[in-house]
């Protein structure tokens, strides 16, 4: 697939247009919001665990290709963020989220051609990241609390620890922290090892920091087409009232 050709636009144009819809469709009850949210993270499982009895099937299991890339990490996050609506998974799992999958959508790693499973299936693990956390976030479904950043960014860093731990004892290279992927990508403008892992760090806070801004006031959002969301008495999660 040509970087930035007509396909690989194709797809994130198609991508960002669900992700900016269904939420507004939810909010506006055109979609039953609970649906929505338990179809999307039964898909997300689904496709998931279809995709590792084909891997592993093919490849067995060894320390090289184990599950734990963060976007390995941010698809079951958005998995449990669907079904369950706690807002630690929610927070961690949209900025994460959007952070990780957002940008492997605009670099894509491929092992194979479109549109050959394993292409495909990275478009919709990648993609379903996407357009599940911001359901999650902008659907109105749980608020994010203060210090919302901090938090996801710490606990990012904490699992960054123990992926680089468990690539120092086997040989690995998930989250591309012994180096950079062989695709071109964002880190090849950040310098050599271990210089570009820093810059990263620093840019992903950034990142961050910038999808705080749209959800930052998530609480406060107007009445949309008769729905009113309020927080519940424990402050975890909205109640939505749609008015005939």
Known sequence: MQLFGSLHISLLIAIL???VALPVLCRRGFVSMRGARLALGSALAANELTWWVFRYSREGIRAANLPLQLCDL?????????????PAIVEFGYFAGIGGAGMALLTPNLWSRWPNYQAVYFFIAHGGIVVAVALLAFGGFAPFRPRAVWRAFGL?????????????ATGSNFMFLCHRPANPSLLDSMGPWPWYIVAAAATTLACFWLLWLPVRHVRNWPRIAGATNQPSADGRTFHVQHHA
């Not at 941010?74 to 706690?86: H, K, S």
């Not at 990012?156 to 120092?168: D, K, P, Q, R, S």
């Open 156 to 168: 990012l860093l904490a699992y960054a620890a123990i992926v680089g731990a468990f690539n120092a």
């Open 74 to 86: 941010t698809v079951w996050l958005a998995v449990l963020g669907c079904l369950t609506v706690v």
């Open 17 to 19: 247009v669900i992700a």
